[in-house]
């Protein structure tokens, strides 16, 4: 059976990682790799992930599975945290959550889930999005398609030709929006553009699936969501995935969350069966620890407001990188302006360095980016940002 297997092409992104990890040079740079970083280039274990452990190293009590649809506490907890302590989904049971591993484990059973209920239907994704979107959606056996989404002349939302395609969407398709932080752009819709969107998804049918990835990395827990609650005001049902890696700092402890949106209590449950049935037939059980750090801390009033502000500091930081490098940029006299990337929000831009530039930065300076041009704000800090901002300079005026 495998005599005659070939090798496939490996993830370019994860490529990139190995490549810089190799790199003996001391001064490199990673812009690549898609997680947040300190000041120090570490990504750190937030303190307050620290207390909850503790807490539930001293109180656990087994290590027993938890059910297809993991801890039930921690639904309710990341409704609440997505959607308000008051939301008329909250009181109707019209929205059930099943626990996933990550945010990438959600976007699968998401994929099976609409593979399951009508085999014919697409799903269309932004161009640009992560690019893990593709390979995850497909193995769900579900075909994806793309409307527009960034505008490279001007660096910004092309949200005439977007509104314009979804417009255009069949009706019973899938289309997937990044609730804030848009990855890889960084450029967000705007609250009237999100109106227009959620205006349009509605009118045309389709079933919204929204990418919650980075709640709290743009400009705070409740501005981030603020789409993702227009689409659910005009749209009855819905498909919500959810991310803890990033606004908890817990990558590998695999942690996120689907929700599914219905219009009525008997559909919701109908619905969410179906969503157990499909982690059945894949993982069967989420894995618990995760789980229980976010629902100690979302539970407990005290660890609740510390991981506030510690995810408020994360958010300072980058929006500090952002304004530096800008700054930086401009008093080297470049040509090019890159004041656009002050209004990108969250981890990532879209820098405007053309594939060459890229290439350029690898390998004069040991700088590693994606060739779009996309790179992780968060790997810019204080010792290193002098040294990009010369090498960008260099560049785009070579």
Known sequence: MFENVKAIPGDALLALMMAFKKDPTPT???????????????????PVV?????????????????GPAGAP????????????DDHPL????????AQTPGGTGALRVAGDLVNALNPKAKIWVSDPTWSNHFHVFAGAGVEVRTYPYYDAQANALAFE????EIRQIPAGDVILLHASCHNPTGIDPTLEQWQQISQAVADQGLLPLIDCAYQGFGDGLEEDVQGLRLILEKCPEALITTSCSKNFGLYNERIGALSIVASTPEHCSNVFSQACNCIRANYSNPPAHGAAIVSTILSDTELRQ????????MRSRIHRMRANLVQNLEQLSSDRDFSFITAQKGMFSYSGLSKAEVKYLKDEYAIY?????????????DGNIDRLSQAIFKAINR
Do not use: F
Request: net charge negative; proline share 1%.
């Open 28 to 46: 490199k740079i990673d812009l690549g790799v898609g997680v947040y970083k300190d000041d120090q280039g570490l990504t750190p274990i937030l």
């Open 50 to 66: 620290k207390k909850a452990e503790a807490l539930i190293l001293e109180h656990e009590q087994s290590k027993g599975y938890i």
């Open 73 to 84: 506490e921690l639904a309710v907890l990341l409704q609440t945290l997505m959607l308000g």
């Open 90 to 97: 909250t009181k109707t049971s019209c929205i059930s959550t």
């Open 161 to 164: 030709r977007m509104l314009e």
């Open 306 to 313: 510390q991981w506030i502000q510690e995810l408020a500091e």
């Open 369 to 381: 980016a994606v060739d779009s041009g996309r790179i992780n704000i968060a790997g810019i800090n």
